[in-house]
């Protein structure tokens, strides 16, 4: 005995934690981690009941109603700066197909670069 508790106790911050030591034919090590994993699913399980939310994963109680989040506000994307001014570069080339072929690879920018292109028109 170390001490004025059994050698088969652990002292942590004041709390007596007492198991059992393994037999000969057993792992020091597999027994304390057996008895952290039991401990830490005893602690999750506190919480668990201490919170609303969770509490029904143990007392078979229903699940709260939980109140719905707003719907997110789509904003409509809008292009990058140098996006914008690559398309009046390649729009102040005056070649058509060359404005097709950009914003066909331009796909998601291409309606508020119409947009754009429309107000700069006026």
């Known amino acids: 005995m170390i001490g004025p508790w059994p050698s088969d106790a652990l002292l942590h911050?004041?709390?007596?934690?007492?198991?059992?030591l393994p037999d000969e034919g057993e792992d020091l090590a597999?027994?304390?981690?057996?008895?952290i994993m039991l401990r830490a699913a005893e602690l999750v399980r506190e919480w668990e009941l201490s919170d609303p939310r969770d509490r029904h994963?143990?007392?078979?109680?229903?699940p709260p109603v939980l109140p719905r989040a707003a719907p997110a506000v789509v904003r409509p994307?809008?292009?990058a700066p140098t996006t914008i001014a690559a398309f009046w570069y390649v729009a102040g080339?005056?070649?058509p197909d060359h404005i097709e072929r950009w914003l066909a690879a331009h796909p998601d920018d291409a309606p508020a670069l119409f947009k754009i292109w429309k107000k700069g028109r006026k």
């Open 13 to 20: 911050g004041g709390v007596l934690f007492a198991f059992d």
């Open 30 to 35: 597999d027994a304390v981690e057996q008895e």
């Open 57 to 62: 994963r143990h007392t078979g109680e229903l």
């Open 77 to 79: 994307r809008e292009p």
């Open 93 to 95: 080339l005056g070649d």
